[in-house]
């Protein structure tokens, strides 16, 4: 016999109670694993940000590991990720257009799809982190282990006899994706060490570690004489100086002065000179030669593009078959085939038309969401949308140059953005709840 019981004005019988039990005792212990996952997911994240400077194979695997993590953590706890973060579509709408139309691109076919969402699986981490990367604490994390994996490269390259002269500093990756990496690095520091906020939290000894660091990222960055991260910097500082602390003005001109004295008498001055230079210095003239030639190849597929499998191939057979006038204006085209030293360029040749309009409207639209929210961000967050725009501003320069906005340079890129919009949703959500 049953004998019923009162829960809660509801006449409940032994074994109804006993299902309900065994309900709440279930939840309990998805709600548990899922706490253990979430923060177990949080942990490789922190590693794979202790291995940006350090290993293309650490990242790899761990940013497949933290991929795999972040979708069974948003399983489990069952998180509505892209409702509450609706930045994140910002992310994925140009990866899903971008995998349509490698599909029909020249090279077509599932080979050039899947060529192309591993050009873009960094773009990924912004999914995987909003369900776990919740707080500013956390967020500070990531930042730190950056940072430290940053000096850890710079001591690195220090250590090595043959890389401590002008232009021969590598740190632990190649020339260009190591200073790219430095150069935004650099600029986060310099957004935490101008906000008031940040400063008098952190203190004057804080403070003078911080800006022990941001010296040596720079040193760093000087040494590697890549000309386009130099420019990327000044650019991210100015940028700075004109949106949130004036001061800083006097800051850059004082980096310009200090950076003028490392390396060989006028070193620097003379590197720097040569930016502008499209009559006599050879690495402008090849430049020049790549970008050219990469429009005019890319006119017979402008629409998808020639996608990502085989291009050096195709630029190839393209440029055997131009007049020897062309050939001999673009020898240099061919000697990097299919490699425009230019990340707009590339996408544009690779992925057409449309893919790069998509991917240039939702790169927009996420600058303006950042600039606009620091009207709701409060001063004790704001530090974080700061950063992302004078990181973003200084490395969509670089890539005039250089080609990692899609490669493992970017990840950073794609980092300090998610930091930004992560702190913008949260206190926008925090608003319309109040």
């Known amino acids: 016999m ?34 253990y996952l979430d923060n177990a997911t949080f942990g490789v994240a922190v590693l794979f940000c202790l291995f940006v400077f350090m290993s293309k194979a650490a990242m790899n695997s761990l940013g497949g590991l933290l991929l795999l993590m972040g979708i069974v953590s948003m399983g489990i706890n069952r998180r509505r990720v892209v409702k509450e973060n609706r930045y994140l579509l910002l992310f994925l709408i140009p990866i899903g ?20 969402l591993n050009d873009m699986k960094f ?27 940053g000096i850890v490269a710079t001591f690195w390259g220090l250590a090595d006899p043959g890389q401590r002269v002008l232009g021969l500093f590598h740190g632990r990756h190649v020339v260009g994706r190591n200073a790219d990496m430095l150069m935004i690095t650099l600029l986060g520091v310099v957004a935490f060490i101008g906000n008031g906020v940040f400063r008098r939290k952190i203190g004057r000894v804080g403070m003078g570690l911080l800006v022990c660091v941001a010296m040596l990222l720079f040193w760093g960055l000087v040494m590697s004489a890549i000309r386009g991260a130099w420019l990327g910097v000044v650019v991210g500082v100015g940028v700075y100086a004109l949106l949130f602390n004036r001061r800083f003005l006097i800051v850059g001109g004082m980096l310009v002065v200090i950076a003028c004295t490392i390396g060989p008498t006028g070193g620097v001055v003379n590197e720097f000179k040569s930016i502008g230079d499209t009559t006599s210095n050879a690495s402008n003239l090849a430049r020049l030669q790549l970008w050219r030639a990469g429009l005019e190849f890319s006119k017979k597929h402008m629409v998808l593009g020639s996608g990502r499998e085989k291009i050096d191939e195709q630029f190839k057979a393209f440029y055997a078959a131009q007049p020897e006038t062309f050939q001999k204006k673009y020898t240099w085209s061919n000697t990097f085939p299919g490699n425009f030293h230019n990340s707009y360029i590339q996408l544009f040749v690779e992925c057409g038309v449309l893919f790069f309009t998509v991917f240039s409207v939702c790169g927009v639209l996420i600058l303006y969401r950042l600039i606009r929210s620091l009207a709701w961000v409060p001063s004790s967050s704001a530090v974080y949308v700061q950063a992302a725009i004078v990181c973003s501003s200084g490395f969509l320069v670089t890539q005039f140059f250089h080609g990692e906005l899609v490669s493992y340079g970017g990840i950073l890129l794609v980092l300090a953005l998610f930091g930004g919009l992560m702190v913008a949703q949260r206190t926008e959500n925090e608003i319309t709840l109040s």
Request: hydrophobic share 50%; charged share 20%.
């Open 97 to 116: 257009f971008g995998s349509v139309t490698a599909l029909f691109s020249v090279s077509g076919g599932l080979a050039s799809v899947a060529s192309f």
């Open 123 to 149: 773009f990924f981490l912004p999914i995987v982190l909003a369900p776990i990367i919740r707080d500013e604490k956390r967020l500070a994390w990531l930042f730190g282990a950056v940072v430290v994996s």
């Open 2 to 35: 049953l004998y019923p019981i009162m829960t809660g004005g509801v006449r409940l019988g032994v074994k109804e109670r006993c299902v309900e039990e065994d309900v709440c005792s279930l939840k309990s212990r998805r709600e548990t694993w899922g706490d």
